[in-house]
């Protein structure tokens, strides 16, 4: 993995600065965002800043809007919800200017970021850019309110939840800056959890595609959006935290702060697997003695597609008879009940013996883009799991994943071996 | 006083219908909002609806920003203040919805209403009603935030406390609507607080003059400025109780419905006085044996407007020696310290013998448009105050109104007294 040279932090002279909840908690937490744009003022960066809502007012305000109970109406819950990043961006802004930092507040209809109109998860198709371009210019800090755009139609719209990461990198591609750094409640992302494996690394660096494996398989860091958008534009994000005390000294000589999300050219990996995932939030559904039959897989998965219902594995075993299979799927535990009463609604039309499930499994992965270049990655961590006796339930593979599932007694076994043999715990 | 016709309802097609804080401060009494709204378009009505924020919300807002303690930045607390008409219009909004009556919430920005750039007490200058129009035109029901609009820079302003009523006077005056409804949580303008005089008669008809006039005078049941729009444009407002469970009734046979503020000239009155109001909460300061000298009144009431200290009432005697006078005048209470420095401040050129001054007095007033045209009311006023034995300290006149200056302890006699002799316990 490369050094980040001292001087690195030099070269990104026009920054976005993302602070999520957490960090504008309370008024404490805002003083400590101002201090982090204050520092960046001082080191010469032209500097954009997004915020979220205070931790907790979003929950409020939806809390608020359910009371009503037309949840369909999402066009009005947008109105209610973004008011929450509306205060917040208002409160920094006041505090910066008491600081005699010129700053102002900005929302989605004032830049205008401009989105469709899908109400609740809306996409940005636009952003006006002039209006930031020229307040950075006369040297006025933009404190832009996240989550939140316009529609076509001039109401207001709101991007799903996380959504200010993503406004946050949208932000930073159409002013051209240099770098979106997202500065959040951990201090970057690392090899593993460090709650189950405690030798777990920050990463340095990590590609994008890293990034989107790790996020979906629970690294939840960044929202997938951002993420995504960043690897369309090619704008590296720098995952970092707000509160870490070390970061204000790492500044000086510029090693060592956060992660950087990047393209993967920048990255020169000599390791195969970058970081070791996994997910406790599944549960698994075997059809057994299914009658097999063409068309019953389509059937089976159209229904559960229709209800809305996430598949992520499927296993089909070959049936000894011909005649019979045993089908093996898992979705996230939230939608296990609802899973089943699809399955055996469907008893008119599919014959099978017994519908079992359980939750009590795990997923693991391993993640890296240096899979590409090696061969035999998928073999070499199946015979890790099996040195240690795990079983291996199922399996899906991309090119830069392989993921098993296990019984979940076996997670940290599993992913204490995989770490070690990866020489993830090297640093 | 004239009477409301049966049918007299019936001639106010196009109505704004205005909801204040109380109003609105939970989900049970944005319900019973929803049904004053339901009600209006069932009888065939054309109608815009404004908001203020859900009771103690806008407070909540203004506690939030003081922790920053930046005041003097109202253009930013403007932004975070306002987030609370924008809820409240979309619960409201979202409410009618689930209900099946097409409506939609409007902020300033979306009308768009223009106003001036002083944040925090900003003036309307203009109302685009084009959008407002459409909407209604389609069936859709606006409902619009009150309190704020837009400064020709695309900033958020807002209108000052109480500014939601003059939100819906110029929506009102806008959109060319015959009536705009207050709904709050009194049921309408009286001849005298109810409080005090037991035998307070709701008045069915009043002046705008007479409102202004009571309205500076403690009956804070419309704000000021919303009046003077209406007196400008000749727009009736009525005053209403959302909670009143008779208006339900009363609007079947158009009787006795709230307080209708119109122009005189719809008024045939043929009473000469038609409330008595008062104040307590004002302070006097008498200034003893003043050196009596040209200029000398100028010096001390501009010293007190120079540092923002309104004063009310000013009686100055002539003095006996040709050389020295007593001077009294009244203040706010909350004022009165301030006052009492400013004069102090000024011992080097201004000599007198003693300061005093008393909070122990109360302001009572006789209003009533027919004093135009009745001689020897205030002669009236003076004697049936003597009859009782109440010594007036110092009196103001002006064409519709006049008050009189007298101890704390006499009001309730004094009210008592002159609501009877006006006869305005008499329906």
């Known amino acids: 993995m490369i050094e980040l040279k001292s001087t690195m932090d030099q070269k990104y002279k026009k920054i976005v600065m993302k602070f999520g909840g957490t960090s504008m908690a309370d008024i404490d937490c805002v003083y400590k965002v101002a201090d982090h ?30 009371q009503v109970g037309n949840i369909e109406l999402q066009s009005e819950r947008d109105v209610i919800i973004s008011s929450g990043e509306q205060v917040s961006s208002a409160i920094l802004s006041m505090t910066l200017n008491k600081r005699n930092i010129p700053a102002r507040s900005i929302q989605g209809w004032q830049i205008p970021l401009i989105t469709n109109s899908m109400h609740g998860s809306a996409r940005i198709s636009d952003i006006k850019s002039s209006h930031l371009e020229k307040l950075m210019e006369k040297g006025i800090v933009p404190i832009i309110a996240g989550f939140q755009g316009i529609s076509e139609e001039n109401r207001v719209t709101t991007l799903g939840r996380g959504g200010s990461d993503t406004t946050a990198v949208a932000i930073a591609c159409s002013i051209d800056a240099d770098l979106c750094d997202i500065y959040t409640d951990v201090d970057g992302v690392y090899t593993s959890d460090p709650r189950i494996i405690p030798d777990a690394q920050k990463l340095k660096l990590v590609s994008f595609e890293e990034m989107l494996e790790m996020a979906s398989q629970g690294a939840k860091v960044l929202q997938t959006r951002s993420v995504e958008l960043a690897m369309s534009y090619n704008m590296p994000v720098r995952v970092r935290s707000t509160f870490s005390e070390n970061d204000f000294e790492n500044v000086k000589n510029g090693t060592n702060i956060g992660t950087i999300v990047t393209n993967e050219e920048k990255i020169l990996e000599d390791k195969v697997v970058s970081g ?22 389509a059937e089976i998965f159209g229904s559960l597609a229709n209800d809305g219902i996430n598949v992520d594995m499927i296993v089909q075993n070959i049936s000894a008879d011909g005649k019979h299979t045993d089908l093996t799927f898992t979705v996230q535990e939230t939608d296990l009940r609802a899973a089943k009463l699809v399955i055996e609604g469907l008893s008119d039309s599919i014959k099978y013996a017994k519908l079992e499930d359980s939750k009590d499994i795990a997923k693991v992965s391993i993640i890296g883009v240096g899979m590409r270049s090696h061969a035999g990655v998928a ?7 099996a040195e240690k006796g795990i079983n291996i339930q199922a399996i899906t593979t991309s090119e830069i994943k392989v993921s098993v599932l296990i019984e979940l007694d076996h997670i940290e076994k599993a992913m204490r071996a995989l770490h070690s043999a990866y020489e993830l715990d090297q640093n």
């Open 37 to 66: 744009i204050e520092r960046e003022l001082s080191n010469g960066k032209l500097v954009a800043v997004v915020v979220s809502a205070m931790a907790g007012e979003t929950d409020r305000l939806i809390g608020l809007a359910d």
């Open 276 to 297: 070791i995932a996994y997910s406790k939030s599944e549960a698994k559904v075997t059809i057994q003695k299914l009658e097999d039959k063409p068309g019953i897989a």
């Open 379 to 385: 073999a070499q961590m199946f015979s890790i799991l």
